[in-house]
C-alpha cells in the first residue's frame, strides 16, 4: 500500500479526492489538512463520510507532512500550492497539484494570467497530466500539474482533430457550460443557491485563465501558436461540463474519416467514449466518473465541424483525473479506483 | 374592452398568455380552448389561476369562437394553426398566431423545414412579429407570426451590428441555451424530471427548425442571404433562453462605437435593455418580463465581438411578445399589460 | 400619492418589497437603504430591476430617512430593527416592520427566545399584522408586526379549526417545508447552491424561533395556552413554505362540516383560496403570489385531520403580507398592488 | 461467480441495480429484460453505461429466462411480479422481489390495498427483506419481497423504540418527504420537470399504499397491531427520502438512554449510521449509498421524541437494499457490493 496525503482536503475536489481514495485498492489515505477544520473528523465536517473516512484533518504542516505519505495531492488555490510544493518534492515525495501553478511551461504565461511564480525551477519538469497526451511522461513525472476542468473538456474534443491537421487551428471558439462544483466551496454571494438556481449566466467573457492553458495544449498539439475564444457559463446544477466547440474544416471530409481520427487517436485511452451517432453527450451520463464522452456534427451547411464534450468537473475535471494521474505515476493499474458507474439518475 | 380569445390554451405558451392577459386592463379574455381539458374549468386544470380566471376551457370550434373574440392567440402547433387560423381571419379577427406556420416570407423555406404549407395565401401579408423590426408593420397586420424564442433571442442581440454593417454576415455563431419549459408541456421521457435536471446537452446540433427562421431576419437586416450555425442546449431550469453570439468584425472598432450602434438602433424600444459595462445578462434577471438584456465583449486577443441576450422564452420568446404584438395591433400603448418586475429570486 | 421607504433593501424580503412597490398605483416609493450597497442604483445591485427602479440606495440615517416617507418598511434583521423604530415612529411614520422585534404581546417571551427588549413600551400597540385575524386592528395600526413566514402559513392552516373548537388544541404537530430564500441573503457555507441541492434536511427541531410566535396566536385562537411541535425542514427551491399540520378532531365531523368551518372563517378573505375536493397545495401554485392555498384531509383510519397549507415565504410570508397590512393602515384597496397572478411554471 | 438476472431493468430501480451488480465482485449478470426497449443494447438506451455495461435488453420470456440466472430481480410492476415469480422459483431461482406484492403476511392486507393476489402460496414463505429486522430468515429465504421506499425510512427509524417499549404504539406519525425518482421513470404530465421544479407538494394524504406495510412490520415490533398516518410529499430533487417521524414517550427519559436503545439495537449494522449529536440527516449525505441516517430528539416542551431517517430511495429504499439480500442469500460478504461512497455535491 503506497501512502497518500491530500493537502487541502476541505473543498469539493478535496471531498471528491477523498470520495476515490479511501476506495482504492492501492493506497492507505494517511492525511487530509485543513486550516479550516483543523482537528476536526473529517466525518463531523463532512456527514456523508460518518463511517467511510476515518481520518481527523490536520494542519498543513510541510516537515510533518513530508513524512506522513509518498504522493501528494495538493488541492490548494494556486499561489499557495507552489509555497508548499518544492519541500515535499525535497523530502521524497511524488506531487499532483490540482491548482494552476505548475501547468504551464512558459513562466511568462503564467505570470500575464495569474502571479508571479515563486518556484520556477520546477516548470521544466512537471508534466501537464492529461494521460490521453502525456501518458508515458506522466509516468516518469515527479511533479504533475493537473489540468484545469474547462481545459480537460477542451482539449480531448479538439487534440484528434488538430493533431490530425483537418481543422484550421485559429478560429477555435469553445462555449463552455460548467455546473456550480466549479466555483469551489469558498462562501460568496454570487454562489448563494437563490443566486445560481433558476438562472443561466455566462462570464469572464474572453478574459477567463483557463484560456491560456487550452492555448498551450491546442497549439502543441496544431505544431504552431494558436489563440481561442473561450466562454465559460454557469448551468444550476451541481456537477458536470458540456463542452461545444466550433471548428472549420481545412477541406471536405466524409463523417466516417472523422470518426476514424477520433479512433485512432483514443484507441486504448480508458475514460473516452465515443458516443454512438445516434447520441450528443450528457453531463448527467458521466457524472461521478472519469469519462469523457464525445461526438461531432457536420453542419453542411455553413462547412463547420461542431465537438461537443461532456466530463464530470471534479471528477475528470479534477480529482479523478489526479487520482488517473497517480495510478500512472505509481504504477498501477490505469483505471484502478476510477471504475466509478455514471451515477444516473 | 376588446375581446380576445386563446386557441389551445393548455400549454405553457397558454398558460403564460392567461397569466398576461387576465390583468391587461385593455382586454377580455372570452375564452380559452383546448381539447384535452375541454369542458374543465380553467382553475381545475390549474389550481395556481383559481380566483384569478374563471373561464372554462371550450372546444376549438371554429365558427362558435369566430365571434367570441376580436383577436385571438393561436398557441396551437404548428401545421394545426395554419388549419384554423383562415377562418378565424375571415370572420373579422385579428390573428397573432405563436407557431411557425407564419413566420417565413418564403412558401419553400417553410416547406423545406416544415411540411406543405396549406394557406401559402396569406403569407404575404403576414408580419414578422418582432416589435423592434416591424413596429408599423405590425399595427396594420391582421395576422402577425410570432417570432420562435431562440430567433428572438438571435436576431436582438445581432440585428443592430448587422443593420450598421459591422460584422461579417458569414460565419455568425448563435450558442443558445433554454429552459425546460421550451420543450413545452407533453408528456415525454427527455423531459422527466429526472431526465432533465442535473444534467446539461446540446440537441439538434445544426438541424433545429428555428435555423431558417433567423436566417431570414438575419439576412434582411444584413441585406444578403446568410447562413447561420445554430447549436440549441437544454438548461435544468423553467424559464430563460441565454444567447451566446459569436462575431467577427468587419474592422477595428472601439467599444464606444458599438455601445453606440446599441443605443440608436434601440433608442425607444421599451423591452430592451443595454447592461452597463459591469453586467452581463442572467436569465434569471429578465424572469417573467418582456426584457431582452443585452452586452457585448470584444475579444481583442482573437477579434471577435460576442452578443450575450437573455429572455424569458415563455414571455419575450413567446407570449409576452404576442401580447405586445397585440397592443401594437390594437393601439394600445405599447407596454401595457406588460409591466412586469421580472421575478426574483 | 403615499410616499413609502424600505429601511434594510438589499435581502431578499427587501427585493420583493421593491418588485410590490414599484408597481403599487397608490404609493411612491422614495427610499430603499442598505448599508452594504450605500451610494450604489439600486439597478447595478440588481440588474433585475434596471429600467423598473430608479433609486439609489442610500444610507439609514434616521434623521433624514423621518422625513422621506410616511410610511416604512423595515426588513432589518431582530434587535437592529427596534433600535431604528421608535424615532421613525416619532417622526410620525407609520411603521410596518419584518422582523419578530414587534410580534409578541409578551415582552418574556420574546426575550426567552430572542434578547432584551428595547422597545418595550411600544408591545401594547403593535398589532400582530395577520390581515385574516386582525383586520380592524391594523387599520387602525402606527405599528404592526409583521408575522413570520412558518407562523403564517401555520395559524392560517389551524384558525379556523382552533376558532370553532373543533380540535383538541395540544398535541398539534406543524411540519413545515421551506424554500432556500428563507435563509436570507446573507452568505453561508450552508446556503451555498452545492450544499442545498439535491438535499432535503430537517433543521432546529423543536427549538426553532417560529414557536411562540406560532403558539401566542394559535393559543389566543384556542382561548387557552397551548404548545406545538414545529419542525422546519430545508427545500431545494428557491421559494415557497407548505406546512403539513397535524390535528385530532374532538369528535366525529363530516367533512362538509369542516369544509364549513373554513368558508365560514374565511368568507371574504381575498388571498385565501379553499382548493376543492381534489387538489391539494403546491407552493408552485401560489408562487409570487399573496394567496394562502389549504386543504384538509380526514384520515378516517387514525381519527386524525391533516391541514395542509401552501404560501410564498417571501409573498405570502413576508413582504406580500407587509403590503397587505400597508394597505389596511393606508385605507387603500385590500388587494391593491397584490394582484398578482401566481408565476407558474 | 452466481449469474444474476433483472426482470424489468430499463425503470430508475433497474439502472440501479445495474449500476451496483456490474460493479459487484460475486456476480455475473447475465441478462437484464425490457419489453420497451428489447434488442437494444443497454448502453443505446441508457448511454450512461456505455463501456460499463455489454448486455442486450432481451424479452422476459420466463422459460429462457429461468436456465440464464440463478437469483433474479424482480423490478417489475405489482402485480405482473407474481405473475412472473412462481416459474423462477420453479426452475431454481432465488428470488428478490422490488413490487410489493411479497412483502405482506396476511393476504387480505395485500388484497383490501392492492388487487387480488395470484400467488398466495407463496406468501408464507415470502421474507421481508429488511436485514436489520430479518436478517437469519433471508438468509435462508428463497423469496424475498424487497421493502417499499417510504417503510425502509419510517421502520428503520421506529423500530429500536417499538421493540424497546419506549413510545405509545397508537398515534405515530410519519411525514414523509421523497425525491421525484419514486415516482418512476413512466411517462406523465406530473413528473415532466416544469411540473415538479420549483414546487413542493403533498399527495396521496392518509391512503398511500406504503401504510399497510408499515403498520404490519410496525406492528410486529411492538407487539401488537397498530395504525400510522402517513403523509407523502414530492420534493424538487432525483434522489433521496427524510423521514420527520412524530412519537410520544410512554414515560420520561434521558437523552442518553435513547442513544442506548439505538446502538443496541443496530449494533453490527453496516448501513445504519447513528448521526452524532450536532448533526441532522440529510438526504445528500445517503445519496447513493445503502446508508440510512438516523438522529432523534426531544422536545421536551411537548413531550415528543422526533425521529429523523434520511436514505437514498434508489440505492436503501430499493436496489441496494436488493443487493443488500441477495448478500445474504448467497453467503456473500454482507457488503459487498455496497461500499460505495455516498456521493457529495
Redesign the interface.
Known sequence: MVRVAIIGGSG?TG?EL??LL??HPGVDLTAVTSREYNGKPVS?A???????CHLTFSWPDPDRLAGAADLFFVALPHKTAMAVIPSLLEAGGKVVDLSADFRFRDRKVYEEWYQEHTAPELLAEAVYGLPELYREEIKRARLVGNPGCYPTSVILGLAPLLHAGLIESQ?I?A?C?S???GAG?G???S?????????????K??EHRHTPEMEQELGRLAGLPL???F?P?L??????I?A?L?TVLQGPLEEQEIAAVFEQFYRGAPFI?L??P???????????SN?C?LAW??????G?L?V?S?IDNLTRGASGQAVHNMNLMLGFPETQGL?V?????
Chains 1, 2, 3, 4 share one sequence.
Open positions: 469539493y471531498l477523498i470520495r479511501v476506495r463531523l463532512f456527514p456523508a463520510l460518518a463511517g467511510v478560429g471558439i462555449d457550460k455546473g456550480a462544483s466551496r462562501v460568496s454571494l454562489t448563494l443557491y437563490c443566486e445560481v438556481n433558476e438562472g443561466f449566466r455566462a462570464y467573457i474572453a489563440k481561442i475564444t466562454t457559463h448551468v444550476p446544477m451541481n456537477r458536470g458540456l461545444t466550433y467514449r458516443c454512438p445516434e447520441i450528443l453527450p450528457n453531463t448527467a451520463a458521466v457524472r461521478g469519462y464522452d456534427r457536420l453542419d453542411q451547411r455553413t463547420r461542431i461537443v461532456a471504475e458507474v455514471p451515477f444516473l439518475p
